[in-house]
């Protein structure tokens, strides 16, 4: 499995504190079954400032540490990006990392709010060939009253991720709820943990792919861990299956991201 948001880095945000803490994380995530995690450290959220040529350093020596300790784990670079008013001249200052080097730029909203001028941000950034995964939608409270919200920056070219602890209760029932509604409603595009400890909240990863299977079919397990080799790989995210006899929302799909 790939897991494309984790806070796994050690010292630079509120995920692992120190390589103990990494340590233990990798090897947790070998024991699910994942083998290569991408790091999405916070940054620009009013807390942490996790710039680009950081994270590549960290990552590379965190690599090499977990080689020296024989843990079969990969990490790729990456950031959670806050959306915030610098954020277009941030990435022209080369401030920002992608997910693995690919297209993808996963991105952070507000927890209480869709942010004013985000389906603009969306467009701006498809236009330049960037496409942006919005992280954990499930728990924006504009998102979770209404999920058109979300239909709204999908239409524009975002995708969304959701948290396995959201789709397993963790957050409570009401995020519990608008996470499985996203699913249905076919506005999810990516599974990931969002892991920041092995304990306080770890990878849960196969956990929420047996329950994806169990209420969604087969198919949108393939389709959710396809979508994670795509980012790997910076290949194309299909149409959910949800869409998939639907003629006209297939031609839209295609228009948008074919």
Known sequence: M???????????????STFDDTLQMAQAAYREGISTIIATPHHANGKYMNLADDVRKLTAETNERLRDAGVPVSIACGQEIRVHDDLLDAWHRAELLTLADSAYLLLEMPSSRVPSGMEELVHELHIMGVRPIIAHPERNADIVRSPEALAELVDVGAYAQVTTHSLLGGFGK?????????????????????????????????????????????????????????????????????????????????????
């Open 174 to 258: 009401k995020i519990e709820h608008a996470s499985w509604t996203l699913m249905k409603r076919g506005l999810i595009h990516l599974l990931s943990s969002d892991a920041h400890h092995v304990e306080r909240r770890g990878f849960r990863m196969q956990e929420a792919y047996e329950a994806v299977e169990a209420r969604m079919g087969r198919e949108w397990v393939d389709y959710l861990q396809d979508n994670a080799r795509q980012v790997m790989e910076n290949g194309a995210i299909a149409a959910p299956p949800a869409y998939a006899a639907k003629g006209a929302a297939k031609r839209l799909w295609s228009r948008l991201f074919g």
């Open 2 to 16: 790939i897991d494309i948001h984790t806070h796994i880095l050690p010292g630079i945000d509120d995920g692992a």
